[in-house]
């Protein structure tokens, strides 16, 4: 056994650099955590300052970079020398395979890693020839081409696999958390397949550590000032370090740098969660006392920082995560590098991203419940359960070194916030960011961006349902159907409000534009009629109009807008999750608005002579009419496909549809009249104003959403109905009813 016990000790050891500093793989962990965008420097004057800062790591000749390649090196020379020399060495096979297993192991994580760090980002859609490392499985010194990304995971995979293979066919045990064993082996397998965008592969690796292991989740991790987070016997951990304090000295022990208890360097740079990550942990999730939101006043800690510890710098949301037993000491606590909670992440997210949601929640409500007896099951699909997952797992994993590669992974925004956060960090780092040297994402809004932010479904349905209109107009059918209304009440008051109400029922099918286009040549031919000012008569079609059209899925685009956003389909609108829908609260607006009519209009009472005179001349434009809401229906009941074509298409179901049938409409009025007039008319008849003022109102959100506009009014929200449900749900149903008074609804 003694052949892997160095490689153990590659984990955290300081001996191959003359800079302490530098250190093992745990010092890799927080420099991945720095890169980050959730772990905040609080000041400028301390070590991983140019890692935050993106100005080290791009650079070939700094210490720092050269030092780490090395030990990943350092990892593949000695793995490849056990390797090739342990089928000849004296002893039981069992243990052969077990030594052997582990240098396997080894080499695929040291590859994992080095790609990742030096290499081109994995693409699952691409071929990878993207430049990745050199491979170098001896002592060579020779110079070496750099490998593909594709060949450099070929070798990962290769190793992997056969670590499997060997560890799962030994008898042999592991005595420590510091070893492998077929469980790490297989949540490495997990990492790697997840970061290759093998989604259900990963999820299932994953599973197969979740069920077998036997690791389970610790109750009282996070909960007591001695907790046992940093101790290897906690049973979450699958694999740590556990080096004694004289084996890791000073500077080049993990808790050094990440604990906010030790007598150290960190004593000038408190370790702290960005406070946007802070917020969205529930205020009855126990993880949310790891971190002192206003650490500066010590009155308001949760749960106290040592004595010995009281003249080192606070700052606010500064980490009590990693704690040590001693804090006059430089180290002594045990370091995580793979526990069970990462496991059932990355099951959970592997579920998600391949579209099976209630695998996802399941694999998810565990460990969340755990954390947080308030949580529920969740009920969230696509997008929204990934956001989820991921919000998880940024909390749950916080520290232990997985952001950057996340973010890499995932090809994502570094998003550290605007410059400076005054109200968090007066003093702290965000002032000191070589802004040269950072990536410039936050806020990059190009022409493609901008373009592809339209949502072109919304302006394709629009546009076909305004032809569909004119052509139903043309018909003569709306005519004839307000004339059969009208004829059937007593006098002009009821005239208008009949008039108003039928706008408003058709509103609820059709889009408002379109649905005023019908009804307000009508309510114009009645106000000449009866002699009375067109006006009034106009602002409640329009009223009507604007209100019912909040009442359905395919109302109004910005119930499409939202429906979509929300994955809601036509019946939610009715009854969701258990409770009356936002259709029932439109109705008793749109009641209280009929008395509101009748009262404005209690002078009109003279009496109707009209008579139903208008002769519909094509039956088929109704019928389109009638069809395209059956479809649209239909379409909001529609699976997502994956990806590819049918995934494009789905995104752009309910404008095709809209679109088709009227296209189909036209051609037929075309073929019908022997000629082109039809489709002039239509053309003529587009409201081209509301049209482009949408185009433009997509690409405005996008940016305001790009400059954290959005994130700042939901954080409104959130305060302002704190964690109820009812209370948010309101204010946002509120919202959307605003919402639909834009230009784009009448």
């Not at 696509?382 to 998880?392: D, H, K, P, R």
């Not at 939610?572 to 608005?593: C, K, N, Q």
Request: proline share 4%; glycine share 6%; net charge neutral.
């Amino acid at each position: 056994m003694l052949a892997v016990n160095g490689l153990h000790k590659l984990m955290w050891t300081g001996d191959l650099s003359s800079s302490a500093f530098y250190g093992g793989y745990d010092m890799l962990m927080i420099w991945y955590e720095v890169m980050g965008d959730d772990l905040v420097y609080t000041y400028s004057n301390a070590q991983f300052q140019k890692q935050a800062q993106w100005s080290s790591h791009r650079n070939a000749t700094i210490g720092s970079a050269t030092h780490f390649y090395r030990l990943l090196q350092y990892f593949i020379s000695n793995s490849s020398m056990i390797i090739d020399n342990i089928d000849a060495a004296e002893g039981l096979e069992s243990e052969r395979n077990y030594i052997k297993g582990q240098a396997h192991f080894y080499r695929a994580f040291a590859y994992f890693t080095m790609v990742q760090m030096y290499g081109g980002r994995y693409k699952a859609e691409g071929d990878n020839t993207q430049l990745g490392v050199v491979i170098r499985n001896d002592n060579s010194t020779e110079p070496r081409a750099r490998a593909s990304v594709e060949e450099v995971y070929t070798q990962i995979n290769e190793d992997i696999d056969l670590a499997i293979q060997l560890l799962g066919a030994t008898e042999e045990k592991r005595t420590n958390k510091s070893h492998i064993d077929l469980h790490v082996a297989r949540g490495l397998k997990a990492r790697i397949l997840l970061t290759q965008g093998k989604w259900l592969e990963a999820a299932e690796m994953a599973k197969l550590v979740v069920d077998l292991s036997g690791a389970k989740l610790q109750d009282d991790t996070y909960t007591t000032l001695n907790d046992r987070f940093s101790d290897q016997s906690n049973t979450e951990w699958l694999w740590g370090s556990n080096p004694l304090l004289q084996q890791a000295p000073n500077l080049t022990h993990f808790h050094g740098y990440m604990s906010n208890e030790i007598i150290s360097y960190n004593g000038n740079t408190p370790r702290a969660i960005y406070n946007k990550l802070y917020d969205k942990i529930s205020d009855t999730d126990v993880r949310k006392g790891i971190w002192f939101p206003r650490a500066t006043d010590p009155n308001t800690l949760p749960r106290p920082i040592r004595a010995e510890c009281n003249s080192k710098a606070y700052a606010n949301y500064m980490a009590n995560k990693f704690i040590v037993s001693d804090p006059t000491t430089k180290g002594g606590r045990d370091v995580p590098f793979m526990r069970l909670p990462e496991m059932m992440l990355i099951m959970a997210e592997g579920y998600a991203r391949a579209g099976e949601p209630g695998k996802a929640a399941q694999a998810l409500y565990p460990l969340a419940s755990h954390r947080d007896p308030e949580y529920t099951l969740s009920t969230k699909t696509g997008e929204n359960l990934i956001e989820e997952v991921m919000t998880q797992r940024r909390i749950e994993l916080w520290g232990e070194g997985f952001r950057w590669f996340d973010l890499k992974r995932l090809n994502m925004d570094l998003d550290r916030g605007p410059a400076p956060r005054p109200e968090v960090f007066p003093n702290g780092l965000i002032e000191y960011w070589n802004k040269d040297a950072m990536p410039k994402v936050v806020y990059d809004f190009s022409l493609s961006a901008a373009l592809g932010a339209v949502d072109y479904n919304v302006l394709l349905m629009m546009s076909g349902t305004m032809g569909i209109v004119s052509l139903f107009i043309r018909s003569r059918m709306p005519a004839r159907l307000a004339e059969q209304l009208i004829v059937r009440v007593p006098n002009a008051q009821w005239a208008v409000c009949v008039l108003a109400l039928f706008a408003g029922v058709i509103s609820a099918f059709v889009d408002n534009v379109a649905t005023v286009l019908m009804v307000a040549p009508v309510g114009l031919a009645i106000a000449r009629k009866l002699k009375i000012s067109p006006v009034p008569v106009i602002i409640a079609i329009a009223v009507s109009s604007n209100l019912q059209g909040a009442a359905t899925l395919v109302g109004d685009t910005t119930s499409i807008l939202l429906g979509g956003f929300a994955e809601m389909n036509f019946f939610d609108f009715f009854w969701m999750h258990g409770r009356p829908g936002v259709f029932w609260g439109v109705e008793l607006g749109a009641l209280t608005s009929l008395l509101v009519l009748l009262w404005l209009f209690r002078r009109e009472k003279q009496p109707i002579t009209a008579r139903v005179e208008t002769q519909v001349e094509d039956d088929v434009p109704t019928a389109l009419m009638l069809l395209t809401v059956g479809l649209l229906i239909v379409a909001s009941f529609l699976p997502q496909p994956e990806s590819g074509l049918l995934a494009t298409l789905y995104d752009l179901r309910s404008g095709l549809i809209c679109m088709t049938l009227c296209v189909v409409g036209v051609v037929r009025a075309c073929l019908r009249e022997h000629s082109a007039k039809p489709l002039v008319q239509v053309v003529q008849e587009l409201d081209r104003d509301t049209l482009l003022l949408l185009f433009g109102l997509f690409i405005v959100i996008a940016g305001i959403r790009t400059a954290g506009v959005i994130d700042a009014a939901a954080q409104l929200f959130h305060t302002v109905a704190g964690e109820d449900p009812d209370r948010k749900s309101t204010r946002l149903n509120s919202s959307h009813v605003a919402l639909s008074r834009m230009p784009s609804s009448a």
